[in-house]
């Protein structure tokens, strides 16, 4: 069977694990087109997740919001395009969505967490300007529901709290991991992470489990690599560039924590039966910066039930 879909990071990994079989099963599912039973999917989302190199040369992930409608398929189903909704202008602050030009690789990772329902877009920006984005579709692919922990969104305005103004001013970054950072991941049940293929490829996924899912040493992130649909795409692209990005969404509903840094594929991890829901894998991230973000739009994930598949 064909499998020039993958590339050779991703057929290393396949071949590692003993799942490229079922790697090539799956892959019947990538089209160069996004699936005509998703364009109605498309319409009614009110978020996304964009990967993307940024300007320094690292690789970004970051959550994007609107109301439903915001992103459209277009008729032929080649090309994908989003409305930059932005009342504050706060996409500059937001890489690589403020930064993103015309023939930039970039990812977009579509995900209904109510319904656990997920859409994989990978491609180029064929336009940016005047406040929409038009990405031209390389792959598009559906992706399982495992591990996607379920919620129901709702947008409205944020609390006055202390800590919750997304005021410049108010914001915080840096090199050195804190206790506050430290605790964002340490709860978090779900995140999500940019890798880059071959030439600089964008990709974006989920990963999902019970909070406390991702450990924690120092400056280094362990996330598990839960079995899934054997395509390895995100181990397959940090088998050939070790750069990465991840965002975790905040719980008040107007941040995110964007981190950058470096990430390498770990396998017979030695207590991976207990930390990898027995796969015995591993992403170690490196963290080289991280920064606390504003949402371009104010979005809560109001918690229904956890996925039945976490370890």
């Known amino acids: 069977m064909d499998d020039t879909v993958f590339h050779p990071g991703e057929r290393m990994v396949q071949e590692r694990t003993g799942e490229r079989?079922?790697?090539?099963?799956?892959?019947?599912?990538?089209?160069?087109?996004?699936?005509?039973?998703?364009?109605?999917?498309?319409?009614?989302q009110r978020w996304c997740v964009v990967g993307a190199?940024?300007?320094?040369?690292?690789?970004?992930?970051?959550l994007l919001i609107g109301e439903p409608g915001f992103l459209q398929a277009?008729?032929?189903?080649?090309?994908?395009?989003?409305?930059?909704?932005?009342?504050?202008?706060?996409?500059?602050?937001?890489?690589?969505?403020?930064?993103?030009e015309a023939g930039q690789s970039v990812a977009v990772l579509l995900i209904e967490l109510q319904t656990r329902r997920r859409l994989r877009v990978n491609g180029h920006v064929a336009s940016a300007s005047g406040g929409l984005l038009d990405v031209t579709v390389g792959q598009a692919f559906p992706v399982c529901p495992r591990y996607i922990q379920?919620?129901?969104?709702?947008?409205?305005?944020?609390?006055?709290?202390?800590?919750?103004?997304?005021?410049?001013?108010?914001?915080?970054?840096g090199s050195a991991f804190d206790d506050t950072v430290a605790q964002w991941v340490t709860t978090a049940d779900t995140l999500f992470i940019a890798s880059l293929g071959p030439g600089g490829a964008a990709d974006v996924s989920?990963?999902?489990g019970r909070p406390g899912?991702?450990?924690?040493?120092?400056?280094?992130?362990?996330?598990?690599?839960?079995?899934?649909?054997?395509?390895?795409?995100?181990?397959?692209?940090?088998a050939m560039d070790a750069?990465?990005?991840?965002?975790?969404?905040?719980?008040?509903?107007?941040?995110?924590l964007q981190l950058n840094g470096r990430a390498k594929a770990c396998f017979d991890v030695l207590d991976g039966a207990e930390?990898?829901?027995?796969?015995?894998?591993?992403?170690?991230?490196?963290?080289?910066?991280?920064?606390?973000?504003?949402?371009n739009l104010p979005l809560r994930w109001r918690f229904i039930e956890a996925s039945p598949f976490n370890p």
């Open 21 to 44: 079989a079922i790697a090539l099963l799956n892959a019947r599912n990538i089209s160069a087109h996004i699936p005509a039973a998703a364009r109605n999917f498309v319409a009614q």
């Open 53 to 62: 190199a940024d300007a320094e040369g690292g690789v970004s992930a970051s």
């Open 74 to 100: 277009a008729e032929d189903l080649a090309s994908l395009r989003m409305a930059l909704v932005d009342p504050h202008d706060r996409l500059r602050t937001i890489a690589p969505i403020g930064a993103l």
């Open 150 to 173: 379920k919620r129901e969104p709702e947008i409205a305005e944020p609390a006055t709290e202390p800590g919750t103004d997304t005021s410049p001013a108010l914001l915080a970054g």
């Open 206 to 208: 989920h990963r999902g």
């Open 213 to 238: 899912f991702v450990q924690v040493v120092g400056n280094v992130l362990r996330i598990p690599d839960y079995n899934g649909n054997s395509m390895f795409n995100t181990l397959g692209n940090l």
């Open 243 to 256: 750069r990465c990005g991840l965002v975790l969404p905040g719980g008040d509903g107007v941040r995110q």
């Open 275 to 295: 930390s990898t829901g027995g796969t015995g894998r591993w992403i170690e991230f490196t963290v080289e910066s991280w920064r606390v973000s504003p949402l």
